[in-house]
């Protein structure tokens, strides 16, 4: 099984504003088969630049369309 971490809107910018080691973080995630995968609209509207995140985010270029492809294939969607 795998986890997707979707964030758009506000996520993308509490994401990428924790005092967390993010870089490290998500490394040790994606290895346990967790996926994250951000906005496009969302990183514009906050003026994040796609160079700044770790490697191993993929960028979607609309996170609700993302969501509901993942739910179409089967995913079931759990807002924190």
Known sequence: HHIYVVANADAVAGIMETDLRL??????????DVYFEFCRIALQ???????????EIK????????????QMDGCAYIKP
């Not at 509207?45 to 490697?55: F, K, M, R, V, Y």
């Open 59 to 70: 960028v979607v270029p609309n996170g609700i369309k993302r969501i509901v492809e993942l």
């Open 23 to 32: 870089q490290e973080v998500i490394h040790v995630l994606r290895m346990q």
């Open 45 to 55: 509207g906050h003026a994040i630049q796609e160079a700044d995140l770790p490697t």
